[in-house]
């Protein structure tokens, strides 16, 4: 693929799957839905990246001999720096998602998952990447950061600088045991990511509240991971999401909550990818945002994380790609354009009360 391996802002490692979804009756499922933590983190990344920047934008599919043909013309669409795997000997990952009451999400899979690692980064675009969104467990993100760094370090552009991680634990190991790993990861990561249960989790804590979640307790326990050094340089940062309440944007020195942009419940109608498409905005916020890079600009990141999050979650499956002739012209998601969205959701943080 002709693609200037060192316009690569964004990767990611999370896999594409393609979901099934179950709704509690009399909701019909759906199926043939883009999906995985892979394709909803690049659609976080890419809704802040029209063309030409939609190249910046790399993901790996894996296309197996089911793979659908409306699937790859949304793919093509999109325009990004994606990497195409023909895998015709099986078939595509495929998953299940049943919802219950109250958001519960059940998810299997129903064909066998092909995990990526970094041996899917060699020799290609996507081993260049200003940033990298790792979702895995403790010891699995360090042996990522651990293997890209090598890979980069092998080669004659090994002076490039050191990219972004960015980690999003996986639930099931958001354990007490897995805490003295999570602390040797975050050394390794530029900004982690869980939700408030998954923080708790790690320190055997339960961080919901009657209404709400319980806002000081997730700043405690930010506070101690912050403490522990986050980066190399231990000023790395933490961005807790935590659903309809928001999320807490927190670095040495800083810490600051965000509402969710959604606020009224009839207004999210699948929350599959949410928390994803949050990380692809954060990622590409970090690189690019406000003219810096890094945590510095964690709190505006945090802010574009927050609108990607809000085109994935407003309908079941990827949002809808649409593009105007018209003098503002331009690309619209859900027929809104990004810039709007940012605008009027930075104008109510102006008016935001710290919870």
Not at 24 to 37: L, M, Q, R
Not at 65 to 94: K, N, Y
């Amino acid at each position: 693929m002709a693609q200037a391996a060192e316009n690569m802002d964004f990767c990611t490692l999370g896999m594409f799957i393609i979901d099934e979804i179950e709704f509690a009756p009399p909701k019909p499922p759906v199926k043939d839905i883009i999906g995985g933590a892979g394709a909803y983190s690049a659609l976080g990344a890419r809704i802040f990246s029209p063309p030409p920047q939609s190249k910046t934008v790399g993901w790996i599919v894996d296309c197996g001999s089911d793979f659908p043909a409306a699937l790859r013309e949304t793919i093509a669409d999109w325009d990004t720096g994606v990497l195409m795997r023909e895998t015709p000997d099986r078939l595509t990952t495929r998953g299940w998602n049943g919802y219950g009451e109250n958001e519960h999400r059940a998810f299997r899979y129903t064909t066998p998952k092909l995990r990526l690692d970094h041996h899917a980064l060699a020799n290609t675009h996507l081993l260049w990447s200003k940033s990298f969104h790792l979702i895995c467990s403790p010891l699995r993100c360090i042996e990522l950061v651990e293997n890209i760094l090598a890979l980069r370090n092998q080669s004659e552009k090994a002076q490039s600088p050191c990219p972004l991680f960015v980690w999003e634990p996986v639930p099931d190991l958001c354990v007490a045991e897995e805490l003295p790993n999570c602390l040797k990861a975050l050394r390794l990561v530029d900004c982690v990511s869980p939700n408030h249960a998954e923080l708790g989790a790690f320190f055997g804590k339960d961080t919901n509240a009657k209404d709400h979640v319980n806002y000081r307790l997730i700043e405690e326990l930010c506070d101690q991971l912050l403490e522990k050094g986050i980066g190399v340089d231990g000023k790395g940062g933490v961005v807790v999401r935590a659903g309809k309440d928001g999320c807490l944007v927190a670095r040495l020195g800083s810490r600051k909550w965000l509402p969710a942009y959604h606020q009224r419940g009839e207004t999210v109608i699948d929350p599959t990818g949410g928390g994803n498409g949050f990380l692809g905005g954060l990622a590409v916020g970090l690189v690019r945002g406000s003219g810096t890079s890094g945590m510095e600009n964690i709190d505006e990141a945090a802010a574009w994380g927050a609108i990607s999050a809000s085109f994935a979650i407003e309908q079941v499956g990827m949002p809808m790609l649409s593009r105007s002739p018209k003098p503002k012209g331009g690309e619209y998601w859900n027929g809104v354009r990004v810039e709007d969205r940012l605008s009027e959701f930075k104008e109510r943080l102006g008016r935001y009360v710290q919870p």
